[in-house]
Nanobody, 130 residues
Framework: QLSLADSGGGLVQPGGSLRLSCESS????????VAWIRQVPGKDREAVAC???????????NYMDSVKGRFTVHRDSARNTIYLQMNSLNVEDTAVYYC????????????????????WGQGTQVTVSS
C-alpha cells in the first residue's frame, strides 16, 4: 500500500518561495501519476500540477494556468520523492497542499480531477501573507 508524507509548508511573504516535498513508501512513485492538490476552506480542491507516471509513460508535467511559470514539479527517483517548487507566491496561493497519487496515467494536457486520486498525503499548510 502506497503511503505519502508531504511537508515543507509554512508562512511566507508575497513574492517569496517554498518547496514542498512528498515522500512515498510502500511503492515507487515512478509507477504513479502524482499531483499536487490544494484546498482553501469553502472552495473545491484544485490540482495545481500533475506529473504523469514514468513507468511506460513520459512523466510529463501539466500545470494549472495560474501557476505556470511560478511552480515547478520535479522527481527524485532515488529518494522516491516528488517536489513542488513554488516561486513568486501570492496571497491567492494560500491553501492546504496535498500530494496525491494514482496508478492510472494521464492522457491529455490537463490535470485529472482530484477525486480520481487514490492515495493522499496528510497535507501541509501554505500561508502567503505580509
Amino acid at each position: 500500500q502506497l503511503s505519502l508524507a508531504d511537508s515543507g509548508g509554512g508562512l511566507v511573504q508575497p513574492g517569496g518561495s517554498l518547496r514542498l516535498s512528498c515522500e512515498s513508501s510502500g511503492g515507487s512513485l515512478d509507477s504513479y501519476t502524482v499531483a499536487w492538490i490544494r484546498q482553501v476552506p469553502g472552495k473545491d480542491r484544485e490540482a495545481v500540477a500533475c506529473a504523469n507516471k514514468l513507468t511506460a509513460f513520459d512523466g510529463n508535467v501539466n500545470y494549472m494556468d495560474s501557476v505556470k511559470g511560478r511552480f515547478t514539479v520535479h522527481r527524485d527517483s532515488a529518494r522516491n520523492t516528488i517536489y513542488l517548487q513554488m516561486n513568486s507566491l501570492n496571497v491567492e496561493d494560500t491553501a492546504v497542499y496535498y500530494c496525491a497519487a494514482r496508478k492510472f496515467p494521464i492522457f491529455d494536457y490537463s490535470c485529472p480531477s482530484p477525486g480520481t486520486f487514490d492515495f493522499w498525503g496528510q497535507g501541509t499548510q501554505v500561508t502567503v501573507s505580509s
